[in-house]
């Protein structure tokens, strides 16, 4: 049996990645501290690869758990506590883990909305977030079918 594979972005995606940060058990243990509520990732338009518009994902993270992770509009994301900021192709690299999460806000590939220092502190976290992300088989959209 195959697996699913979702594009990128997509509910589906989401859906999957929610699920799969829930299956983490180095989310859990490196995040039960995490109190600082949600975190969104937002990409903007891209429509050349199909993104007409800008995307928000919203994670409801909370002490190792995700309550719920859905698509949202950038307003909404924009609302989350920390919202990470980056162009489809650095989320692509994010997610390939050729780009680390905390190395793209350094370098500016990743825009971070809310406290850097507190981010910092849950380094394992974002990199277990990353990990959970990897799980998802992925297409992404600027890549032939």
């Keep these: 049996m195959t697996a699913v594979i979702h594009d990128f972005p997509s509910t589906a995606w989401v859906d999957a990645y929610g699920a799969a940060i829930n299956a983490s058990e180095a989310y859990r243990t490196a995040?039960?501290?995490?109190?600082?509520?949600?975190?969104?990732l937002v990409m903007p338009a891209d429509p050349p690869i199909g993104v007409p518009e800008d995307?928000?994902?919203w994670l409801d993270l909370d002490r190792g758990s995700c309550r719920a992770a859905k698509l949202v509009s950038r307003d909404e994301a924009?609302?989350?506590p920390f919202v990470l900021t980056a162009e489809y192709k650095?989320?692509?690299?994010i997610i390939k883990k050729e780009l680390g999460p905390i190395a793209g806000?350094?370098?500016r590939k990743v825009a971070l909305q809310g406290s850097l220092p507190i981010v910092v502190?849950?380094?394992?976290?974002?990199e277990a977030l990353v990990e959970a992300a990897t799980r998802v088989p992925t297409r992404f959209l600027d890549e032939a079918r």
């Excluded at 650095?90 to 690299?93: E, L, N, P, S, V």
């Design 31 to 40: 995040s039960t501290e995490w109190t600082h509520g949600s975190v969104a």
């Design 78 to 80: 924009q609302r989350a």
């Design 121 to 126: 502190r849950f380094i394992k976290s974002a």
């Design 90 to 93: 650095h989320w692509k690299a």
């Design 105 to 107: 806000i350094m370098q």
């Design 55 to 57: 995307v928000g994902i």
